[in-house]
C-alpha cells in the first residue's frame, strides 16, 4: 500500500518538524512520507531543517497576494501539485479560513500547546498560550493535537498530554517544557495514526 503523502505547513523555528522528521528517519512514521514543507514565512528555520532532510520546500507569502483567499489558494495549488493527502500544521501562524479548511475534512492536523479547550482559539498562539497558563495559575497544562475545522483549535481531538507546572516557570521555560514532554511526543503519534488511517482507506 502506498504511504500517506503528507505537507507540513510551518511559520517559524520548526521543532515540531525536526520530531516529525526524527520520526519518520527512526522507522516510527510506517504509514506516512513527509512530501512537502510549506512555509508563510522567507526566514523560517524550518525550511533548513527540511532541505537538510531533503524535503521539497515551498515559500507562500501572504504579502504577494491581495487577499487572503489568493494566498489560500496558492497553498492549496501547491498541495494538490504534490499529492498532498494529509497536512500537519507545525507551529503554522496564519488562521486557515472555512474556504480551506472545509476542503480537507479530517484531513488537516494541528499541534497547540495547551490542553484544549484551555488557553486556545483567536490570539493564543505561541509564547502568550503559556503566557496565559501562568497568569491563570492553572497547576498543570500540555499540548493537543486535533483535527481543524472552521473554528479555530476547535475540530475533533486526536491527542494530548498533560505537563505539570513547576515553580519558578516562566512562559520561555514552561514552552520549552510543553514541547519536550508533549508535542514532540504526541504529534509524531498523531501524524502516524491518521496517515494509517488515510492509507487503509484509499
Ligand atoms: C509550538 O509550541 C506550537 O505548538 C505553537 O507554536 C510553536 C511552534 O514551534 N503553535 C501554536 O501556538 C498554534 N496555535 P516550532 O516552530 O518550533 O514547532
Redesign the pocket.
Known amino acids: 500500500m502506498e504511504k500517506t503523502k503528507i505537507g507540513v505547513l510551518?511559520?517559524?523555528?520548526?521543532?515540531?518538524?525536526q520530531a516529525l522528521i526524527d520520526f519518520e528517519k527512526d522507522g516510527g512514521l510506517k504509514s506516512g512520507k513527509l512530501s512537502l514543507v510549506i512555509s508563510d514565512n522567507p526566514k523560517a528555520y524550518?525550511l533548513e531543517r527540511a532541505e537538510k532532510a531533503g524535503i521539497k520546500t515551498a515559500v507562500i507569502c501572504k504579502m504577494d497576494f491581495e487577499s487572503r483567499a489568493d494566498f489560500e489558494n496558492a497553498v492549496i495549488n501547491e498541495l494538490e501539485e504534490n499529492g498532498i493527502e494529509l497536512i500537519i500544521?507545525?507551529?503554522?501562524?496564519t488562521i486557515l479560513s472555512a474556504n480551506f479548511t472545509s476542503r480537507y475534512p479530517e484531513r488537516i492536523i494541528?499541534?497547540?500547546?495547551s490542553l484544549i479547550p484551555s488557553f486556545c482559539g483567536k490570539g493564543?498562539?505561541?509564547l502568550k498560550?503559556h503566557e496565559a497558563a501562568l497568569g491563570y495559575g492553572v497547576k498543570v497544562t500540555g499540548?493537543t493535537v486535533h483535527f481543524v475545522n472552521e473554528i479555530p483549535?476547535g475540530g475533533r481531538i486526536i491527542l494530548q498530554k498533560v505537563v505539570e507546572i513547576e515553580e519558578g516557570d516562566t512562559p520561555e521555560i514552561l514552552?520549552k517544557r510543553?514541547?519536550e514532554q508533549a508535542?514532540w511526543k504526541i504529534l509524531p503519534e498523531a501524524a502516524e495514526i491518521v496517515s494509517e488511517c488515510i492509507m487503509h482507506n484509499k
Open positions: 510551518v511559520s517559524g523555528g520548526g521543532t515540531n518538524l524550518a500544521l507545525a507551529g503554522f501562524m494541528n499541534v497547540h500547546p493564543f498562539y505561541g498560550v499540548a483549535d514552552q510543553v514541547m508535542e
